[in-house]
Structures are given as structure tokens and as C-alpha cells.
């Protein structure tokens, strides 16, 4: 009786550790297979020197490089002076678009702002930089 227990306690347990064994290995490709994937032709836009007070826009191309359409929720600014614009409507799959950044250059000195983007990507975010030097206007 004893042994009976022993070798139906051992089956279920090695039923058990292949049952999971096998979830872990699909669950990755299952889950690649539902995203879309930014391909940035640069994330960061570097003004060099602006004159105060004039706001400059960066355009962040980019492309759906993924299997399913691109859905971009929302985009946010690190701060009231960075204004973002982003297509609404879903990028299909090899698809185009362009995302633009206005900052409003008010304060002198060097500035490093970004813009947050979330999307139907991995991680669920992505990240633009806006980075600068404000010279105070003459």
C-alpha cells in the first residue's frame, strides 16, 4: 500500500513538473506573437543651441516593425513646455508614422526633456529625448 502511494505521489509530481515545463516554453512566443514593435529611426533629438522663447519641434520617425498594428495611447511630456503629437489611428504592420515633440523653450541654460509614449509594445512604453541649450534671447 505503502509503495502505491510512493509511486502515484512520484507520477503526479512528474506530470505536474512536464505540464509546466511545457507552459513556460510557449508562453514567450504566445505573447511576442500579440505586440507591435517600435523601430525608432533615432530617439533623441539634440537642438543644439535655440534662441528663448521660440518653441522648436522634433520629429521621431518611426516604423511598425511588428506583426500586429501599433496603437499608441497616449504620449506625455516630462513637463508642461513639451508638447507631443501622435498619429490616433493604428499603424498597420511595415508601416510608417512620426511622432512630434514642441518644446517651448522659456528658461535659459541647458534643458534634457522627454516624452513618454504608450503603446501596444513590449514593456508597454517607449521613451523620446529632447535635450538643448536655451540662449537667452538678445
Keep these: 500500500m505503502k509503495k502505491q502511494f510512493f509511486f502515484t505521489l512520484v507520477f503526479a509530481l ?5 505540464s509546466f515545463a511545457q507552459n513556460v516554453q510557449t508562453k514567450p512566443v504566445a505573447q511576442n506573437s500579440n505586440l507591435a514593435v517600435f523601430q525608432w529611426d533615432k530617439t533623441t533629438y539634440d537642438f543644439g543651441n535655440i ?3 521660440q518653441p522648436v ?3 521621431f520617425k518611426f516604423k511598425n516593425a511588428g506583426k500586429v498594428p501599433l496603437v499608441i495611447t497616449s504620449a506625455v511630456g516630462s513637463c508642461g ?3 507631443p503629437n501622435w498619429p490616433k489611428d493604428p499603424i498597420a504592420p511595415g508601416e510608417s508614422a512620426e511622432i512630434k515633440a514642441t518644446f517651448n523653450a522659456a528658461a535659459a541654460g541647458a534643458f ?3 516624452v513618454s509614449i504608450t503603446a501596444n509594445v513590449e514593456g508597454g512604453t517607449a521613451i523620446l529625448t529632447l535635450k538643448g541649450n536655451v540662449e537667452v534671447k538678445q
Design 14 to 18: 512528474m506530470v505536474s513538473v512536464i
Design 51 to 53: 534662441p528663448q522663447n
Design 57 to 59: 519641434t522634433a520629429v
Design 81 to 83: 513646455c513639451t508638447v
Design 112 to 114: 534634457n526633456k522627454t
